[in-house]
């Protein structure tokens, strides 16, 4: 029987043993200074969160309290980025939340973070292609005052219809990916740094142009429920700091560089969101600001004719970014699914390689990843998909900090039994935050809404206090003697951090919440057709080779089907991340034998070793 939950060992992960820089992962070279992280970060994070989302939020949902849902979503994306960060710094192999998981919940959950990431980085960079051609269509006709001309032209079926100018901008990323890493490496550079600048010279112009009384009323039309949805809307803002550990591949010294490019991405993301969404706000009452042009339409307001164009500009200048970096690592997604069987070889294929460039390029999954965003960003208008990929993201944020509670704690040999195991405990935490959410959303007013939260945010806080006390903390993982980053009030933080990520879930319509569980069905059919049948874990095992045995029947030397041959030893049949295994998962490793008489209960794997 293959096992969904099969986790895959760190002694597996090609790149985890040191900050070499040489020797990443199979054909990829490490070439990312921290600079290039940072800039990658910054990128692929700053952008739609000013241009586009600010305005939305302050006209429907939060009003001149649009700051406050960017602090609230930033607090989010800081408590998850610590989990990232050190994650990121133990296992410093591409792939991101994919990997993190795999590593600690299982093959079918990595799958489904993977599914999640597909939504951040390839559905989200067709979305902002989407909106930059509306950009550009309002550029034409209200900056330029184009004629009726240019709505025929590019949106000859209204603006939720086709629209070139978006299949144009996938295109021509798509292409400047496929000629080669270095290039798209200097564009990201200079243009991120660009885009900084563009930013700062709008919320400097904005707080010039500061009126105290575009701030009454401070809450918009939906009161406190709509600055808890605009803290959900605004989390799109935030994607893209993960994209770090994405690359983490091909980073240079990245147990380091990693970490502190994570941190420095999110902090420099959230303080600027907050100081632009304060300046805008302050520009122009809340209820005439633009929801597709915000910052222009604030300087027009204030007959700043001039700034208002050199808003207009810069953001569709340095808009086109956020499409490049999130079709960037999205094949990087995809090669370490293919590299675990998951996905058809052709993503895993490593072509380009020079003495110019050593780096490759994975020109094939960059092929087939372009077309797809294209095809999106032509024909799916930006309203649909927004508020689906913050879910879908919100979901992969809470597996990566469940993970990193797999990480650092181990069931105890001494506990509460079976159902109080670690990973019961962390899968009840992750669905009594989601029912908690939902009630105070749908059923806050009513007795039933109210007892049915307080008893769920109840457990929360007696499951999270039993990991602390039942579950004891393992042994660093760092073999080589330096001080990595490590997450502080473990596992306090990580807890509220599922909170909070699936407390912003339930805030979305129900309607995206059913298109999301539409999407995992579709995933799980695959995962169950195609991944699990030709999965390297589930069927050779990553200790051996296709040509040392018969698959799992197979009597194959050093065959891993569990990832027990990472195991240190010990009564308790730990792995490297101290999750214990239980009986059941033990049974079919090929390759094991039980011994009887004075070995009785150990298992002696073929070729010596044993745990």
């Not at 214990?580 to 009785?600: N, Q, R, Y």
């Amino acid at each position: 029987m293959r096992n969904p939950f099969l986790r895959k060992p760190i002694g597996s992960l090609s790149c985890t043993s040191s900050s070499s820089d040489a020797g990443g992962e199979e054909g990829i070279a490490r070439h990312m200074t921290l600079r290039d992280l940072v800039f990658l970060g910054l990128g692929g994070t700053i952008g739609s969160g000013i241009f586009v989302l600010s305005g939305q939020i302050a006209r429907n949902q939060a009003g001149a309290a649009t700051p406050i849902c960017f602090l609230i979503s930033g607090v989010c994306a800081v408590l998850s980025g610590c989990c990232y960060a050190e994650l990121s710094a133990n296992i410093p192999a591409s792939g991101s939340a994919y990997t993190f998981v795999y590593a600690s919940c299982g093959e079918y959950f990595a799958v489904l973070a993977a599914a999640c990431l597909t939504l951040e980085y390839l559905v989200s960079g067709a979305a902002v292609a989407r909106n930059w051609g509306d950009k550009v269509l309002d550029w034409l006709t209200v900056e330029m005052e184009a004629g009726d001309w240019a709505e025929a032209l590019l949106a000859p079926f209204g603006r939720n219809g086709f629209n070139p100018l978006a299949g144009i901008l996938s295109a021509a990323t798509l292409w400047l990916l496929y000629s080669g890493v270095k290039e798209s490496k200097k564009t990201t550079n200079i243009v991120t740094v660009a885009k900084v600048g563009v930013v700062c010279f709008m919320i400097v112009g904005g707080f010039a142009l500061f009126d105290g009384q575009n701030l009454s009323p401070y809450v918009g039309p939906k009161g406190f429920s709509g600055v808890l949805q605009g803290a959900t809307t605004s989390f799109f803002g935030y994607l893209g700091y993960d994209e770090v550990c994405c690359v983490a591949g091909e980073a240079i010294d990245p147990t380091k560089n990693v970490p502190k490019a994570v941190m420095m991405t999110i902090m420099g993301a959230a303080v600027l969101y907050f100081f632009a969404s304060t300046a805008l706000t302050g520009m122009q009452p809340f209820d005439q600001i633009d929801e597709n042009s915000g910052f222009p339409g604030a300087f027009h307001y204030n007959g700043a004719t001039v700034s208002a164009q050199i808003a207009a500009i810069g953001e569709l200048s340095t808009l086109p970014l956020v499409v490049l970096v999130s079709l960037l690592a999205q094949p990087r997604v995809f090669y370490m699914m293919a590299l675990d069987g998951l996905l058809p070889p052709v993503f895993k294929e490593v072509e380009g390689r020079t003495e110019d460039e050593p780096e490759g390029n994975l020109r094939k999954g960059i092929m087939i990843c372009g077309v797809a965003m294209t095809v999106i960003a032509t024909f799916v208008p930006f309203t649909i998909l927004g508020d689906m990929i913050s879910a879908g993201v919100l979901v992969s944020f809470s597996l990566t900090d469940s993970s990193l509670l797999f990480f650092r704690r181990r069931s105890s040999e001494n506990g509460l039994g079976w159902l109080w195991s670690l990973k019961h405990l962390v899968t009840a935490i992750n669905i009594l935050s989601f029912v908690c959410g939902l009630s105070v959303t749908h059923f806050g007013s009513s007795w039933f809404g109210v007892i049915m939260s307080l008893g769920c945010f109840g457990g929360v806080c007696k499951m999270t206090h039993m990991i602390d006390v039942q579950c004891p903390e393992v042994e660093s993982h760092d073999s080589s003697g330096s001080e990595l980053f490590r997450t502080p009030y473990l596992p306090y933080l990580p807890c509220t951090a599922i909170f909070v990520n699936w407390y912003l879930v339930a805030q979305l319509e129900m309607g995206v919440l059913v298109l999301l569980l539409v999407y995992f069905g579709i995933v799980t059919i695959f995962y169950f057709t195609y991944s699990i049948k030709h999965s390297v874990g589930n069927n050779i095992g990553w200790r051996g080779e296709s040509g040392e045995g018969e698959g799992r029947g197979g009597e194959m030397e050093m065959s891993d089907k569990r990832g027990l041959l990472n195991s240190s030893g010990g009564s308790d049949m730990s792995d490297d991340f101290g999750v214990g295994f239980d009986d059941d998962e033990i049974e079919g490793l090929s390759g094991v034998s039980v011994g009887g008489g004075e070995d009785k209960g150990v298992a002696v794997i073929k070729g010596g070793g044993k745990f």
